[in-house]
């Protein structure tokens, strides 16, 4: 079966299969990034701005619904970052591969469980 | 036939297939020091990940559990503990600003990147410090 050429703009070295040689995680790495320095600035802001604060002040921060889905569409953020930057780390040192697919499934299913765990942790308040 | 390439003027030291512990004899650039710094904290953090949603989750549910929160964090230890974790963020916050901007092509010539990677650490480790200050009770 003959492959056709590599459309112009692909280019040569690279095989086209269809795979996404990482572009996405790339993108979501940073993507999610962004969402992490705004909202930690804003929190940053707000408790600067608020002085020592008590358990009452502290956590009537959390109560609107808005704070919410805010906080846990952050703490989501930071764990599909963490996802990605921990895959790099095992990709990177791990060579074997059963040692390396047992840490990432471990590192899956971890952080999949600190997702729940942040819903109950705010849904709480 | 292609001729043999001159032999080196010196022997320099050859690294493939570089192994982790070989990384300790490198004379390391300011940029690189930022970005294994950057994967130390990444790590650091996630491996915090548990105590950190711990204590936020002591924090929110109820007075007294706000108080054994508050009684946790002020051993010595945990401070010390808290206070590399505090470093590891802003230190991953503050290369993590600078990746961004690298990434829009953005001071990425040799002098501007050696610059702006001294840039991260002395914004980083100024705020650690101030941190620090106030985890111990300085002001």
Redesign the interface.
């Known amino acids: 079966m003959a492959f056709a050429p590599p459309p112009a703009g692909i280019g040569t070295k690279r095989l086209v299969v269809g795979a996404h040689y990482g572009v996405g995680n790339f993108l979501l790495q940073?993507l999610t990034?962004?969402v992490l320095?705004v909202f930690?600035a804003l929190l940053g802001a707000r408790l600067l701005l608020a002085g020592p604060l008590d358990?009452?002040a502290?956590?009537s921060l959390?109560v609107p619904m808005w704070m919410k889905v805010l906080t846990l569409v952050a703490l989501l953020a930071l764990l599909y970052h963490?996802w990605i930057?921990?895959k790099d780390?095992w990709l990177d040192?791990v060579k074997p591969v059963w040692a390396r697919l047992t840490l990432q499934t471990l590192t899956a299913l971890w952080l999949l469980a600190?997702a729940v765990?942040?819903v109950q942790?705010?849904w709480?308040? | 036939m292609s001729t043999p390439a001159a032999a080196p003027r010196r022997n320099r030291p050859e690294f493939r297939n570089i192994h982790?512990t070989q990384i300790v004899r490198y004379r390391m650039p300011m940029p690189a020091m930022v970005s294994i710094m950057h994967?130390i904290s990444?790590?650091a953090?996630?491996l915090a990940?548990?105590f950190l949603?711990w204590m936020?989750?002591l924090?929110?549910?109820?007075?007294s559990t706000?108080?054994r929160m508050a009684m946790v964090a002020s051993g010595w230890f945990v401070k010390l503990v808290l206070l590399f974790l505090i470093w590891g963020f802003l230190h991953h916050?503050v290369a993590?600003?600078r990746?961004?901007v690298l990434?829009l092509h953005v001071g990425l010539d040799l002098p501007q990147a050696r610059g702006n990677a001294l840039a991260v650490f002395a914004i980083s480790l100024p705020l650690t410090l101030v941190a620090a200050l106030k985890l111990f009770g300085a002001f």
């Open positions: 940073r990034a962004l320095v930690f358990y009452v502290w956590a959390f963490a930057g921990v780390i040192y600190c765990w942040s942790i705010l709480r308040v | 982790v994967r990444g790590a953090l996630f990940l548990p949603l936020f989750d924090s929110l549910i109820s007075e706000f108080e916050l993590g600003i990746y961004l990434d």
